[in-house]
């Protein structure tokens, strides 16, 4: 075991999530693998409610948008409070404010977060957030697809949930990481299982040829043909 891995083993990977609702934590992560993992202290998930620093009695968090227009805006000064408190106990977390505008979120930046200390999520709600926060604290916009979500919780949890799976541990059989889609760059071979034969369907005869050689080889070709018909994209980006 290398020493960043055993080191952090000891120092949970830290999630720490900046949003109006923290009731909606942990929600689905707390069931199967990634539930499993936080029950053992693989990670750590704290939520920072934002209307705890919200202005007056109605702990206002949002205003209208300057120069006129549609719905609210999250205000800078509540957020920056919400941030330095949150910053005060995890300063060296990446900061990340979850976004439509955002780099695509993908498989090798998940990877790359789940090596580090954790993640630090701004979810957004109404219309956004003033881009005076976004500057001054250095946010990294991050976006889950191209579609606008009503908020960025489920977006901060797709988030969590790929790295978490990722860290030392969490999954059983870490070969079979090294074949997932995105790993060698393209989609992920079809997968069959019991039984052999269903509703007149078949498993293709190579898979229970018993040669390793040719399963391998046909895995690769079927992989590869799906992402030439599904995501050409991918394998453009690999030239
Ligand atoms: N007015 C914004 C725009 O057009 O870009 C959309 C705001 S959306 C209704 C409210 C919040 O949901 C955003 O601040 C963001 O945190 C989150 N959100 C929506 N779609 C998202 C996506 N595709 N990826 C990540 N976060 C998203």
């Not at 979850?98 to 109404?126: E, M, N």
């Not at 690769?220 to 995501?231: G, I, P, Q, V």
Request: hydrophobic content about 40%; aromatic content about 6%.
């Amino acid at each position: 075991m290398s020493e960043t891995s055993s080191a952090r083993q000891l120092v949970p990977w830290q999630a720490t999530v900046l949003t109006i609702f923290p009731e909606m934590f942990p929600g689905p992560l707390a069931v199967s693998v990634t539930g499993q993992a936080l029950a053992a202290g693989t990670w750590r998930l704290d939520c920072v409610n934002i209307r705890e620093f919200g202005i007056g009695r109605h702990r206002q968090v949002d205003d209208t948008p300057s120069g006129g227009g549609a719905g609210m805006v999250m205000r800078a000064d509540v957020l920056g409070l919400a941030i330095d408190a949150a910053l005060t106990s995890s300063p060296d977390l990446p900061r990340i404010y979850l976004s439509p505008r955002g780099k695509p979120l993908t498989q090798d930046r998940a990877k790359a977060l789940a090596h580090g200390p954790g993640v630090l999520l701004l979810a957004g709600r109404f219309e956004g957030v003033d881009q005076r926060v976004i500057d001054a604290r250095d946010l990294e916009e991050i976006s889950i697809g191209d579609y606008v979500l009503s908020g960025g919780e489920l977006a901060a949890m797709v988030l969590i949930d790929a790295c978490v799976r990722l860290l030392p541990g969490v999954l059983g059989g870490e070969t079979s990481l090294a074949e997932e889609s995105f790993e060698a760059g393209g989609l992920e071979y079809p997968q069959y299982t019991k039984p052999r034969i269903w509703e007149d369907r078949t498993i293709p005869d190579v898979l229970l040829s018993g040669n390793h050689k040719r399963v391998e080889e046909w895995r690769r070709t079927e992989a590869e043909r799906l992402t030439r018909e599904r995501r050409p994209d991918l394998l453009k980006r690999d030239l």
